[in-house]
T-cell receptor, first 114, second 116 residues
């Protein structure tokens, strides 16, 4: 079975500060890992994905994430937060075989203050 | 390319009534997914189609939920009868390949259901 745990249902940062959203995964086989963002009243949009190539993955809007197998983590970071980054962020995991489904974490709401 | 279309965007019904949601995936996407997103939680997979066949419906409450994908294109998700706990956003997504790892899921804006 596969699962992800997102630490912190809410994270607050000031504009210009570092963003760090935490995700730990559990998977019996090498996983694929994803970060999605959801703006109010919209569907989920892919930020970035890890598919066993480079461990540091760069995504859209200046976000990046690093796959650390030893820590079973895939934390999302951005050096400088912008007001437009305020949204809910979901970490997700799937297995690279068969009809693998995407399993989501509970999400972290990012709040950005001026 | 056009995105994943869903309708209606909002629906309010009384408990024990029925409701249906429609999804039109991106043209050429063979795999279609329905997710349920309850407030404060991450999306949970209800059913996954590969063309017009079901490949995973293990978390679909089959006593009240049903879904079909006629001709391997559009899909309909039905709830009958609805319960209060069915209040959620129902997200449809599609992808080219059957495994999410091989390709990216594109999500629609969702259909928000409120059961009173």
């Amino acid at each position: 079975a596969q699962s992800v745990t997102q630490l912190g249902s809410h994270v607050s940062v000031s504009e210009g500060a570092l963003v760090l959203l935490r995700c730990n995964y559990s998977s019996s086989v090498p996983p694929y890992l994803f970060w999605y963002v959801q703006y109010p009243n919209q569907g989920l949009q892919l930020l970035l994905k890890y598919t066993s190539a480079a461990t540091l993955v760069k995504g859209i809007n200046g976000f990046e994430a690093e796959f650390k197998k030893s820590e079973t983590s895939f934390h999302l970071t951005k050096p400088s937060a912008h007001m437009s980054d305020a949204a809910e962020y979901f970490c997700a995991v799937s297995q690279n075989s068969g009809y693998s489904t995407l399993t989501f974490g509970k999400g972290t709401m990012l709040l950005v203050s001026p | 390319e056009a995105g994943v279309a869903q309708s209606p965007r909002y629906k309010i019904i009384e408990k024990r009534q029925s409701v249906a949601f429609w999804c039109n995936p991106i043209s050429g996407h063979a795999t279609l997914y329905w997710y349920q997103q309850i407030l404060g939680q991450g999306p949970k997979l209800l059913i996954q189609f590969q063309n017009n066949g079901v490949v995973d419906d293990s978390q679909l409450p089959k006593d009240r939920f049903s879904a079909e994908r006629l001709k391997g294109v559009d899909s309909t998700l039905k709830i009958q009868p609805a319960k209060l706990e069915d209040s959620a956003v129902y997200l449809c997504a599609s992808s080219l390949a059957r495994s999410p790892g091989a390709n990216v899921l594109t999500f629609g804006a969702g259909s928000r259901l409120t059961v009173l």
